[in-house]
């Protein structure tokens, strides 16, 4: 006799319960909520490239429980989670963070000085492959958040892993795809996360859990 198949433990993801979540959560600061209005604001069209709310508290939780000094961000858009990494370091803490758009990226620094962590964050606009291979290359990286082009996570990957400190972590949004990478014949971003998945799961450099926050979150710790 086949067993039945062990009962899914999820509830239904509901405008009510989401609610209750952000409501049970570490209230976003004045910087982050306005961040995130002036973004919708802004740039309504692209507005949902920046990193989900209940993200803010997560990662502020993992910089400080790490006690990270060097940061570094891959994909930064208008600067809503560089800002809550940012929050969370120490004064002599520091926060590299790539991306490409002087536009988006306009909006970051305005955010940065108002809330008063702008000399923390050394923005760096340029094709982030060639700011990661240009940084040193022994284990000094303490905490990586990837969120940017999923095409290029196994090549950002690749070089983020050497460079980080024995207990780091890396943190990568979007792993889910919108459930998409469930489909064996995805195409396009939802095959590039499919690879980057398997690729990450097969690393023995660290070891990862990928879980069902927002869009997918993986972390992955240095081995």
């Keep these: 006799m086949t067993a ?9 993801r509901t405008d009510a319960l989401y609610r209750y979540v952000l409501e049970h959560n ?25 990193s989900a709310q209940e993200q803010a508290p997560l990662l502020a939780l993992l910089v400080r429980l790490t006690g990270a000094r060097r940061i570094v961000e891959v994909g930064t858009f208008t600067g ?4 809550a990494m940012a929050r969370a370091l120490p004064e002599d803490g520091r926060l590299i963070a790539c991306d ?35 940084l040193p290359a022994e284990p000094w990286i303490d905490l990586a958040y990837l969120d940017a082009d ?23 949004d979007n792993v889910l795809f919108h459930g998409e990478v469930a489909d064996p014949d995805a195409t396009g971003n939802a095959a590039a996360i499919r690879a ?8 023995g450099r660290t070891e990862a859990v990928l879980l069902t926050v927002a869009d997918g979150m993986t972390i992955a710790r240095r081995r």
């Design 4 to 12: 039945p198949p062990p009962r899914d433990k999820r509830p239904a």
């Design 26 to 50: 570490p209230p976003l600061e004045p910087a982050l909520r306005e961040l995130v209005e002036t973004t919708r604001a802004r740039f309504p069209e692209r507005a949902g490239m920046q």
């Design 80 to 83: 809503f989670s560089a800002l």
């Design 100 to 134: 490409i758009s002087e536009e988006w990226t306009a909006l970051a620094r305005e955010a940065w000085q108002r809330a008063g962590v702008a000399d923390r964050i050394d923005l760096r606009l340029a094709p982030a492959l060639d700011t990661l291979r240009a």
């Design 150 to 172: 999923k095409g290029n996570y196994v090549r950002y990957w690749e070089e983020l892993v050497p460079r980080m400190r024995p207990g780091g972590l890396i943190v990568a």
């Design 196 to 203: 980057f998945n398997d690729h990450v799961a097969a690393d």
